[in-house]
């Protein structure tokens, strides 16, 4: 692609079999679509978990930044540390509880820490102390997700006088997580953003209150606060109808490895749950539910080749699949194939993927193993 050069995935080449190519230019695009659209004051936390949902935890964070993300969210210690270690100097907030013999290396590499307990608070102590330090953390509640967090005012009270206590433990934010935004009703939301509210308001001191993820985002202005937290939207893929034009930032392809004309009668694949009833030209394609696949598709998912959707028949296979390329003509081996993203006007998304497979698009960005190595686009003045 003119202007922009690639970086892959690890030191070795990059195989010809598959890829996922990552647009950064377009997430840089999509944080600063969804930065411009804040309320005045509201500042962007850009969600960078599980290895940037996919997309690569450093190279997205970095760009996130780069686009004017003010700070970033991971789910575990040790991902912040990644981030540290790569030169990301921003606030990172750790969004999960953490173990007690994690929290020293947290605190050591200036990272934030969820907590919602005295005893969180009591162990984020012993860790600063540990190494001379001073554990930052956020104060999570509870406010309906019943996962973690300071549920009612009493725990809230109690977890406040944990802090007097701990010189070393400071409080810089407080945030909660809707647990059902991007659904048809949002009274639960609103319910959730009244608690959240009254719990905030018992402490003592003024400190960055945060709510709102991606369907918040779209859909609850009022949620905004002092900051969001974007995830899934980063990445082209807001959970909620939205007016900002934001674009996915994967493309994985793979490639055709055989081309083959089978007869009326003939079955495909294991367990022969398809069956030919006519002369069929079939492509066997270089990807299965060993690459991350889903093999929850199988019947139901189509490939783009030649600019041209072509329906999967047959069981996904551990690394093949087959694709009724009939209708397509001059197919041969070699040829590219888009599993997900854009070949001329024809388009597969994730929530394609996830609507096939009975899941959703989070789980399908995430899914690609280890052996589908991804390269980076990189615009130069982007």
């Excluded at 079999?17 to 944080?31: F, G, P, S």
């Excluded at 939205?242 to 007869?263: F, N, S």
């Excluded at 209708?327 to 024809?346: F, H, N, Q, S, Y």
């Amino acid at each position: 692609m003119k202007g922009k050069d690639k970086r892959k995935d690890g030191d070795g080449p990059v195989e010809a079999r598959q890829r996922r190519t990552i647009d950064l230019a377009v997430l840089r695009k999509n944080v600063r679509l969804i930065r411009d659209s804040l309320p005045t004051g509201a500042r962007l936390m850009a969600v960078v978990k599980a290895d940037g949902y996919g997309h690569g935890i450093v190279q997205v964070a970095q760009s996130a930044v780069r686009a004017g993300a003010e700070a970033l969210a991971v789910a575990l210690i040790g991902e912040g540390v990644l981030l540290r270690q790569a030169g990301v100097t921003v606030p990172v907030l750790v969004l999960g509880a953490s173990m007690p013999e994690e929290l020293p290396e947290g605190v050591r590499h200036g990272l934030t820490m969820a907590v919602c307990t005295p005893e969180a608070v009591y162990q984020a102590q012993e860790a600063a102390a540990s190494v001379n330090g001073e554990a930052l953390v956020h104060l999570k509640l509870d406010t309906g997700m019943n996962r973690i967090g300071a549920r009612s005012e009493d725990e809230v009270r109690a977890v406040i006088a944990a802090l007097r206590e701990c010189p070393r433990v400071r409080l810089t934010g407080v945030f909660t997580h809707f647990a059902d935004a991007d659904g048809s009703d949002m009274a639960f939301t609103r319910l959730q953003l009244e608690r959240f509210n009254r719990l905030s308001s018992l402490l003592p001191e003024r400190v960055i209150r945060h709510c709102a993820n991606s369907a918040a985002i779209h859909r609850l202005p009022e949620a905004a606060f002092d900051m969001v937290r974007a995830g899934i939207s980063l990445y082209g893929y807001p959970p909620v109808e939205t007016a900002l034009p934001l674009e996915p930032c994967m493309r994985w392809t793979a490639r055709v490895a055989h081309v083959k004309a089978i007869d009326p009668g003939d079955t495909v694949s294991y367990g022969r749950t398809y069956t030919a009833d006519r002369t069929l030209r079939v492509a066997t394609v270089s990807c299965g539910y060993g690459d991350g696949y889903h093999r929850a598709a199988s019947g139901k998912a189509e490939v783009i080749i030649r600019g041209r959707r072509a329906p999967v028949i047959g069981r996904i296979c551990m690394d093949q699949m087959m694709a009724d390329v009939s209708d397509i003509p001059d197919v041969k081996t070699g040829d590219e194939v888009v599993l997900i993203g854009r070949d001329g006007e024809a388009v597969i998304t994730a929530e394609d993927v996830a609507s096939w497979a009975g899941t959703i698009s989070y789980e399908v960005l995430l899914a690609a193993t280890g052996r589908v190595p991804r390269v980076w686009l990189h615009e130069s003045d982007g």
